[in-house]
């Protein structure tokens, strides 16, 4: 099964600075790759750095791991979890230690989204609410569970789907990176030829309703193509926020 | 605080606060927000205020419908199930307009946040 990804990450059509960040690796020899979307927050310059600081370390701990040829026999989802989780925590680390140096940044924090795929199986952690979905036989299967208190909210009956876009609080979130609760959630998925992943921050979500998504990610003709169509659909619906999107398709 | 203002052509005639656990509404005279026109039912409404389980010292008020005849309606739409409120939502209690005003509504950051 060969893998390909891209990304593109872009600043919206309203805020002026981009506080997300992406990245991606793809090992050919080893059947592996590596997709990350991190979303930014805290005033001043604080959610740039968080976000980058998340990502950087999770390529930093998890790029080796990729090209290890003694892991090309793909460790067991358990094993992979901890070896994410560690690099989630140095990245904690390191977001607390320039807190503690910058006064500036003490409200800064991240989300974080990141599928490791090792041969067929996709090892997916998140924490916050970027998110990652799995497209497969032309559905559209969202994997993560937003960490808010809005979906908490939709889970206990509280409130329905469309009172989402009115309620006050709907960007609170109740784990992050640079919180005090920064244990990520894991899952795994079998992935088949012709499957897609996409990892996106809430910027795409919130602009582009995802019954086009499909649409758009079938009429494409490469997985640059698919990524381009779906950032710039969201900036033709004046996306508020910063929108990024990483995209792993098989074949 | 938060409270329902009744509206007139659009001009406030009278404002109930919503300061207990739960108020009821309608043309009976045993309700906490009594209206005497001939579309509100005896009981009409329900509205309660809930503190939010997840975001401390935050509460969210909710209204359902008491099977009223003429229905009760937010932001034009005929609710069928309990139904949370927004400040400035507009409320109609059969043919009677409301405006639901959430004071600490309009305190919160509207960015994003996490709670730690």
Redesign the interface.
């Known amino acids: 099964m060969e893998l390909q990804v891209t990304g593109q990450t872009d600043t919206g059509a309203v805020r002026s600075a981009n506080q997300d960040a992406i990245d991606w690796c793809v090992e050919p020899s080893s059947g592996q790759a590596l997709l990350v979307v991190a979303?930014g927050?805290?005033g001043y310059q604080g959610g740039e750095v968080a976000s980058r600081i998340a990502v950087d370390t999770v390529m930093e701990v998890l790029g080796p791991a990729l090209q290890d040829p003694v892991l090309r026999e793909p460790p067991g989802s358990e094993s992979r979890a901890a070896l994410v989780q560690s690099a989630l925590d140095l990245a904690s680390e390191r977001i607390e230690g320039r807190k503690a140096q910058v006064p500036d940044l003490v409200?800064m924090?991240t989300t974080i989204v990141l599928a490791w795929v090792s041969g067929q199986r996709a090892l997916v952690a998140h924490i916050g609410d970027s998110r990652c979905y799995l497209v497969q036989n032309n559905t559209l299967q969202c994997l993560t569970r937003d960490d808010t208190?809005v979906q908490?909210?939709l889970e206990?009956g509280?409130?329905?789907e469309h009172?989402v876009p009115?309620?006050?609080?709907r960007?609170?979130?109740?784990?992050?990176l640079?919180?005090?609760?920064a244990i990520a959630t894991f899952s795994e998925v079998l992935l088949a030829p012709g499957d897609q992943l996409l990892l996106c921050s809430d910027g795409l979500t919130d602009a582009l309703g995802d019954a086009i998504w499909l649409t758009l990610l079938s009429q494409a003709e490469s997985v640059q193509g698919a990524v381009q169509s779906m950032v710039a659909a969201s900036l033709a619906e004046k996306a508020k926020d910063n929108v990024s999107v990483v995209l792993l398709s098989t074949n | 605080m938060a409270s329902l203002s009744q509206l007139v052509d659009h001009v406030v005639v009278t404002t109930f606060e919503i300061n207990r656990p739960e108020v009821r509404v309608g043309r009976r005279s045993d309700n906490d927000i009594r209206i005497d026109e001939i579309s509100v039912s005896g009981r009409h409404a329900v509205i309660e205020c809930v503190p939010n389980a997840y975001l401390e010292g935050t509460v969210d008020y909710y209204i359902t419908d008491s099977n009223s005849t003429n229905g009760t309606f937010v932001n034009d739409l005929c609710i069928s199930a309990r139904q949370r409120l927004n400040s400035n939502d507009r409320v109609r209690i059969g043919w009677n307009e409301f405006r639901f005003v959430d004071e600490d509504e309009n305190a919160m950051e509207k960015t994003a946040y996490i709670l730690d």
């Open positions: 979303d927050m805290g409200k924090g208190v908490n909210m206990d509280s409130i329905r009172d009115n309620v006050p609080f960007n609170v979130l109740t784990r992050a640079g919180a005090s609760d």
